[in-house]
């Protein structure tokens, strides 16, 4: 995301050198992770597959019963994959706020930098910088594996497009929330300048806006909304998100079931409502499956003006704490503690 | 009570500098008999030195017969050394006359001390140490 | 005088972290008095930190034993007081808590007023009691000096037979130091209180130890009373000569002019001048000369 | 202590006379400390400005009150959590379901009716199911990182362990400490829980056998606390670092939890029943699998639905396809305590492996 000629050289590399150990856990999970998707998507799916049409030799899509050794491995690995890709940013935002910045500030290393001809804001733009290559990297690398894994998979694959977890795994809002995620971090650790309080306020901060995305998220794009007088026919895969009725004089009445299912022609789930009370019609909401791009592309905006923010703040935050010439440790010093004039030395035993 | 200054560049053993520092006070007679020495403790927390050479320097002091221990109480001072306070036979009035008659011929501080040192030495050689 | 305990002990001491880094400390033989006042001086990476933390039974040796009063570290972990290098302190806690903490984990010991007058009494000559510590500071918000103060305290509290310090002086002003110093030989003064004190400065022990540990290279080079250890070297300068008969710490020259530190086998020759070398000077010859034989005095030679 | 040196300061001396020591005092000082010639010296005369305040404390270190004052934050926030826990299941039970009832009672015979409180109060019954099972992970996470990891890596256990404390006996006041409250705030969580899923299972979706209700309704919850405490505590004895120790405690934990779930139904012996006709278990029963039994063989791969129709027809097909009957292998609710108790020992096993190999590791390390 970021072209490596604007990473600063020095304070770049120190970057790595300081959280190599880092660097390979990082390069082991992309590696161990995309094992697991490539086996979903190739010699687990072919077994999974051959379990099942041992049992529904007419086909898959008929079949209403899908079990087996190799069918349970399947999903099994499957969902570890789709989970795994879809809460990589709360790793992301761990790290960055223990590891990256809370340890440095506590330790010293970060005044360490500061005094090494590298001013405070290069050096957090190299601390952003670097892990944002290899997050960005690493995370589009996996969301690639999971979109593979899931079109080889159509035909096993029982979670849809729209469930959190697969929405979060499957395009690029999953670079975007672990970006946000490192953004949060870093601000969580320069606030907080201690690694373990820094990791717990990172991931709170992270689980709030993975909250808030999943919330607001089917507001993120024009609804699709249908009525009919009996039923409403909403197209097999679509995300379904209201329903009511229509009174008489036209309002409409949400209701939080659908107040009756049937198997519609064509597979279509067909919403009929009987007559209640007058109303005159049904009407329902829904996202089809085809708004999945729109929507990715908003809430991937969305959460990087929200990752922004945080850098922003962060680079605020600390030119606003070193102008004053003074480290941020020094903020917490008791007054009093420390002698004003020479005379009276500090510590003296 | 008499305080210690231990000057450590001077190149003379530290307990030394206390033996010397004692012998001096009962010359002037800021000791007297009867007076306590400082404990050590009270020496080495006021010089950082080691408190060995606290009674290193006690124990010359009271083989020299100077000073006491007693049991449970302290270091005490047993006799003065020798020299009566000066102005009481005129000693140190005429001292000061000398030394009038000195800056009279122009002489500066440190010639008169260098000359006070060398008829010293000449007369009473420094004792072996 | 009780020479038959040693307030330390080490025989045949050694450390080495895994087998392909080597000996942090290697082969240490000493017998340390008690009662006595130890500079444990050396350059940085000697293995001074390392021997104390052996000694406090923080680590375990791979090789040899190490006795503390007589017994081993953690049978006398009651007894010894120990301050490591960077003064580690529960950073949560305030300095009254600290103090509180150090009274939990030492009640058979402790000393509650003997602490109070490390951490809180500071004497300012006026009466100025600014500098002195506030009970209800946090740790967190100290300075590396008063951090210091109160590790310090928690050791003076616990009234050890024995303090292990590392590098105690680092981090506090002159004033402070000489104030430390002052309250450590106090303790050794009133209750006879073996003091070991790690410190690559030496000069700033002058005069309060009187007993003298040099590493270097992980080795024990030379160990013994600071006086003695001076007077059984010479320095001796004089036309090139043979220096045959004599120990020869360092030897440094050119064709006509020699000057060498040797321990002498007998009265030099008439052609060399000799002098009394300082401390300092006999401990830099051999931090210069890793190859000079090492020097460990009677009475602190194992039995 | 005293003032600076003696030559600096001229009120320096008296401020030392104030402190004038007491004759006879002196001799009595000193400890066990070894006799020698300052001492002998003390005796004889000095004295000693020890304050007569300075008297000591009698008896045994006492750790486990340190450990109490060094994490006293952790033990509010984890109080902090259980009362929450209990308030949000005490409003859930009353309040919510309240609600629920009367949603239910309204919705009778109506096609069309909203059921949001009751769809609240089964979320809210989740949530916090979810919250005490995986409670563990905070545990490790605190035990790895805040408590053990922080300790070793800060120095802050080396300070302790020259007190006069050994590390066996410090670790062991630190498990002792942290493992008295989890052990009543698990109770405490475990028995409100207990409470709160039975109180009105009508409105209730989940089910004996989800993952986080089978363990949040008893022991396991402690053993899973204990457990995660202890192999933080291994971590951060292995690594001595906070951070690393933290993550690898949670991950440890993390996946000993996921591979019980796996084998959760293996670990008491299931129940089979077979019968000539297709039937279904009890919706109560967990159900591990069910088929045909084909030539005498139990075979998971054919369904109890293979063959329709008439009697005559269904006799045919199952005659051709050699089916002799139909089973089905399952746990019925009474099985619950049993497996439950099964992977609370093991989750003990593993806890009490975790502590031997600290202490052992720790013994090993120091002297």
Request: aromatic letters at 6%; proline letters at 5%.
């Amino acid at each position: 995301m970021i072209p490596s000629s604007l990473v600063p050289r020095g304070p770049g590399r120190s970057v790595l050198r300081l959280h190599r150990a880092a660097l390979w856990t990082w390069l082991s999970l992309v590696a161990a992770t995309s094992a697991a998707l490539l086996w979903a998507y190739g010699p687990g799916h072919e077994s999974a597959l051959a379990d099942a049409l041992r049992q529904c030799p007419d086909g898959i899509a008929l079949c209403d019963r899908t079990s087996g050794p190799w069918i349970g491995r399947y999903d099994t690995v499957s969902a570890l994959g789709t989970i795994g890709v879809a809460h990589l940013s709360f790793l992301v935002a761990g790290w960055a706020g223990a590891a990256l910045v809370g340890r440095e500030l506590e330790n010293g290393t970060a005044h360490l930098a500061w005094t090494q001809s590298v001013s405070p804001a290069r050096w957090l733009a190299a601390e952003l910088a670097v892990p944002a290559l290899f997050v960005s990297a690493g995370t589009t690398v996996l969301v690639l594996l999971h979109r593979l894994m899931r079109d080889g998979g159509r035909d096993l694959a029982w979670a849809s497009w729209y469930e959190y977890d697969v929405f979060r795994a499957d395009g690029p809002v999953a670079v975007a929330y672990a970006l946000c995620g490192l953004a949060l971090g870093a601000l969580a650790g320069l606030v907080v300048g201690r690694a373990l309080p820094a990791l717990g306020v990172a991931l709170a901060a992270q689980l709030a806006v993975v909250v808030l995305g999943n919330e607001y998220r089917p507001k993120l794009w024009p609804v699709v909304s249908v009525t009919g007088t009996g039923s409403v026919d909403v197209p097999s895969g679509a995300a379904h998100l209201h329903q009511g009725v229509i009174t008489a004089g036209g309002a409409r009445r949400a209701t939080s079931v659908p107040c009756d299912f049937a198997d519609g022609p064509n597979g279509a789930n067909g919403v009929r409502c009987g007559a209640e009370d007058g109303a005159s019609g049904v009407w329902a909401t829904y996202h089809p499956e085809s708004h999945f791009r729109p929507l990715q592309l908003v809430e991937t905006g969305a959460v990087l003006a929200v990752a922004a923010l945080a850098v922003a703040a962060a680079f605020l935050l600390l030119r606003r704490r070193t102008a004053a010439a003074s480290p941020p440790a020094a903020a917490g010093r008791a007054p009093g503690s420390v002698p004003a004039d020479g005379s009276a030395t500090g510590a003296s035993v | 009570m008499v305080e210690y200054r231990i000057d450590r560049r001077s190149g003379v053993a530290t307990y030394v500098q206390i033996v010397q520092q004692t012998k001096q006070a009962l010359r002037l007679g800021v000791l007297r008999p009867g007076d306590r020495l400082p404990t050590a403790r009270e020496v080495v927390e006021a010089t950082a030195i080691n408190p060995n050479t606290v009674l290193k320097a006690y124990r010359e002091l009271e083989r020299e017969g100077l000073v006491e221990a007693r049991r449970g109480l302290g270091t005490f001072v047993r006799r003065s050394l020798g020299s009566v306070p000066a102005d009481r036979s005129g000693l140190r009035a005429r001292l000061a006359d000398w030394l009038d008659e000195a800056h009279a011929e122009g002489l500066e501080r440190e010639d008169m001390s260098a000359l006070f040192r060398a008829a010293l030495d000449e007369k009473y050689p420094e004792e072996q140490r | 005088m009780s020479e038959e305990t040693a307030a330390l002990k080490a025989v045949g001491l050694g450390l080495r972290y895994r087998r392909r880094r080597g000996h942090v400390l290697r082969d240490c033989s000493f017998r340390l008095p008690a009662g006595r006042v130890c500079a444990l001086v050396g350059p940085n990476g000697a293995g001074k930190s390392t021997l104390l933390s052996l000694a406090a039974g923080l680590i375990r040796p791979t090789e040899g034993t190490v006795h503390v009063l007589g017994t081993g570290p953690a049978e006398a972990r009651e007894r010894f007081a120990y301050v490591a290098q960077d003064k580690p302190l529960p950073p949560q806690l305030t300095v009254a808590g600290t103090l509180r903490l150090g009274a939990d984990l030492n009640r058979a010991r402790w000393d509650a007023a003997a602490a109070g007058r490390i951490a809180y009494a500071h004497h300012a000559p006026d009466g100025d009691r600014s500098g002195s510590l506030d009970p209800g500071a946090r740790i967190r918000s100290l300075s590396g000096g008063q951090r210091t103060r109160v590790a310090l305290a928690l050791a003076f509290g616990k009234r050890p037979e024995l303090m292990l310090l590392d590098e105690p002086m680092a981090d506090l002003d002159p004033l402070a130091r000489r104030e430390l110093l002052g309250a450590l030989m106090g303790e050794a003064a009133e209750h006879g209180t073996t003091i070991v004190l790690s410190s690559h400065i030496v000069t700033e022990l002058d005069g309060a130890c009187d007993h003298l540990l040099l590493m270097g290279g992980g080795r024990v080079r030379l160990a013994g009373d600071p006086e003695e250890l001076v007077a059984a070297h010479t320095l001796l300068t004089g036309p090139a000569r043979d220096l045959t008969g004599h120990t020869v710490v360092e030897s440094r020259g050119t064709d006509r002019q020699l000057t060498a530190l040797v321990r002498p086998g007998g009265p030099p020759g008439d052609d060399w001048r000799t002098a009394a070398p300082s401390l300092e000077e006999v401990l830099l010859a051999h931090l210069r000369n890793p190859g000079a034989p090492d020097l460990v005095t009677e009475g602190t030679v194992n039995p | 202590m005293s003032a600076a040196t003696a030559g600096d300061t001229p009120g320096g001396a008296a401020g030392r006379s104030a402190g004038t020591p007491r004759a006879g005092e002196a001799g009595e000082a000193g400890g066990a400390a070894e006799a020698r010639t300052a001492k002998e010296a003390a005796r004889e005369g000095a004295g000693s400005d020890r304050s007569p305040e300075g008297g000591r404390t009698g008896g045994r270190a006492r750790p486990g009150v340190a450990v109490l004052r060094l994490h006293r934050t952790a033990l509010l926030v984890w109080g902090g959590y259980v009362l929450a826990a209990v308030a949000v299941l005490v409003w859930t039970v009353t309040v919510t379901a309240d609600a629920a009832l009367r949603e239910q009672a309204r919705c009778v015979g109506e096609p069309v009716c909203g059921i949001a409180a009751t769809l609240a109060y089964g979320d809210r019954i989740g949530m916090v199911a979810t919250a005490v099972c995986y409670g563990f992970l905070v545990v490790a996470a605190f035990a790895g990182g805040a408590l053990f990891g922080r300790e070793l890596e800060n120095g802050t256990a080396h300070l302790v362990w020259t007190q006069s404390v050994s590390p066996a006996r410090w670790l062991a006041a630190e498990l002792a400490v942290a493992a008295l409250p989890l052990l009543l705030g698990s109770a405490v969580l475990v028995l409100s829980f207990r409470w709160a899923w039975s109180a009105h299972r009508e409105l209730l979706g989940t089910d004996w056998t989800f993952a986080d209700v089978f363990v949040a309704r008893g022991p396991a919850t402690a053993a899973y606390c204990l457990c995660a405490l202890a192999v933080g505590a291994l971590a951060a004895v292995v690594l001595r670092r906070a951070l690393p120790a933290l993550g690898v405690s949670v991950a440890s934990v993390l996946a000993l939890n996921l591979v019980l779930d796996g084998f959760r139904p293996s670990l008491w012996p299931h129940v089979t029943r077979t019968a000539r006709t297709p039937f279904e278990v009890s919706g109560s029963a967990w159900q591990i699998e069910n088929g045909a039994v084909v030539g005498g063989r139990r075979t998971a791969e054919l369904g109890p639905h293979l063959c329709d129709g008439t009697a005559a027809e269904v006799r045919r097909c199952m005659a051709e396809g050699d089916i002799t009957g139909y089973y089905a292998a399952y746990h019925p609710p009474s099985h619950f305590w049993p497996l439950h108790l099964a992977e609370t020992g093991i989750v003990l096993a593993v806890a009490a492996l975790a502590t031997g190999a600290a202490f052992l590791l720790l013994r090993h390390r120091t002297a």
